[in-house]
Every structure is written in C-alpha cells, then in structure tokens.
C-alpha cells in the first residue's frame, strides 16, 4: 500500500519538475528590480521543529520582488509528503511561485531515494535559458550553480546565479573559482546578479569572485561595511553566511529582514535588495 502511493507521488511530482512553457505575462517596463535571496532549510523552521513553507509563502508575497533566488528547496520528499498532513502536494519551487512568479526553474542537486532538493530561481521574467552546474566537491556534500538568462521588458537579459557553496574552505574555494568562470564567459556589458548562501564566513569570496569580476556586494554598496549577518535567524545571528553581488546596475536599498517572521521561518534570514540596472 505504502509502496503504490510512493509511485503515485512520484507520477505526480514528475510532471513539475520542468519550468513553465508558457512564463509571459504583462509587467511594467522600467530597469528597477527587487531581488530576494533566501535559504529556505526545506521547509522547516529552526532546528526543523515545525514546518513552516504555507508561512512562508505568504511571507514571500508579500515582499513582491520581481526574482527570488531560493536554496534547499525541496522538489521532493516522499517520506515528507506521507508523515505531514499539510505537505504541498507540489514541489516547493511550484508552490511558492505559483500566482506569483510563472517562471520557476529548478535545479537539484542532491537525490537520494525518498526524493531530492537543490536551488531555485523565481523570476517575474521570461528565462531564455538555464542550466544547473554541478560543482559538488565530494559525494557525501553536493552542490550546485543555477544559471538563468532573463529576459528583462526594456530587451537587456540579466544573468542570474543562485548558489549554494560548500561547508569547508576548500571545496568552496574550487566552486568560486567555477563559478568566476562561468561569469567570466559573459559580455561585459551583461548585468549579472549573484545570490545564495555562500556558507563563507570570512571574506573569500570577495577576494575570490567579486574583485577580480567587478561585482559589488550589494550592501557595502548601499554603504554597509560588510555583507549582513544572516545566521542563525533565531537570536543572535553571527554568520555572514549569505551575499547578494551586483554588476551592472546601481543598489538603491539593501536590507536582511530581522524579527518575526523570518525570525521562525528558516535558519537563515533573507535579504532583500532594490536595484537599478544600467540598460542601454
């Protein structure tokens, strides 16, 4: 019994796990964006005590950017889905953007058999194209890079890389240096923004990534001394786990949303930043 409603959720997660085919609907034109970042931790509230996505859906709602660039999201959890009552049906990528955001690309990364979870981009834009770049240093910790062309109403594309780094120096040292590689590969002139949890807890990537590429981190931008302290979200956040880096546009505002909500949402906050991009 148990077994056939395995396969019947897997039929049914099957079918959302490609991006939307038909994404266009009317936005006002203008260069001016609003982009989260924000590491979800699958779901669950700290220290996954209780489940918390329905919340932060409305949350993310409410925040109305035109992208959201999302890590461990969950695409499927079998075990998940047949212990909790109120579980979305849906991938978590498809149930926070639906109503929202049309295009909602998924990139998994670490499967094992009751599902798999990875990093995911929302946008309010068309995507002309994507891809999911493994940069996994081992087995046992994988890792992604999700890459996606927008397509932006005043005709530029925006290059959007939603991340999610590795937990030791050194891996994450060869995935900055893939990920300035692929950037790299990019004209010039195309606007790029980076976002995620970069797990780095010094100043590596701007060193690594942002210096020698000419992105900005987008809070000493707006005139922070430092990328803000995201981790954990429940009390005394320490870790500057999380960046959003910009090239191409001007950082108007860039905030990381303290207190409650976010405080019990996840284990990270997520940060939000306005921006105007340089369109030509």
């Known amino acids: 019994m148990i077994a056939e409603k395995r396969q019947k959720l897997w039929g049914r997660w099957r079918s959302w796990l490609a991006p939307s085919e038909n994404p266009r609907h009317l936005i006002p034109a203008g260069a001016a964006l609003r982009v989260v970042s924000y590491n979800i931790h699958k779901g669950w509230g700290p220290l996954n005590r209780h489940l918390t996505i329905a919340e932060m859906r409305e949350a993310l709602h409410g925040l109305d950017p035109d992208l959201v660039l999302l890590q461990e999201v969950q695409g499927v959890h079998i075990g998940h889905a047949l212990r909790h009552a109120h579980w979305p049906a849906q991938p978590q990528h498809h149930y926070l953007g639906a109503e929202r955001w049309p295009e909602r690309i998924y990139g998994g990364n670490r499967f094992h058999e009751l599902g798999h979870h990875g990093n995911a981009v929302l946008s309010r834009f068309p995507v002309q194209d994507w891809a999911n770049h493994d940069v996994s240093a081992h087995r046992w910790e994988s890792r992604g890079i999700l890459h996606c062309a927008v397509a932006l109403p005043h005709g530029a594309v925006l290059h959007v890389f939603c991340v ?117």
Do not use: K
């Open 164 to 280: 999610h780094l590795g937990l030791r120096a050194r891996w994450r040292r060869q995935q900055l240096e893939r990920l300035r590689e692929l950037i790299a590969a990019l004209p010039l002139q195309a606007p790029v923004v980076v976002g995620g949890d970069f797990n780095d807890w010094g100043r590596a990537a701007e060193e690594l990534l942002a210096l020698p590429l000419g992105l900005q981190d987008a809070f000493t931008a707006a005139g922070r001394r430092a990328p803000p302290r995201t981790y954990p979200a429940r009390g005394l956040a320490i870790g500057r786990l999380d960046r959003l880096y910009v090239r191409g546009g001007t950082v108007r505002e860039a905030h990381v949303l303290r207190g409650r909500p976010w405080s019990r949402l996840s284990d990270h906050l997520p940060l939000v930043v306005d921006l105007d991009l340089d369109v030509r």
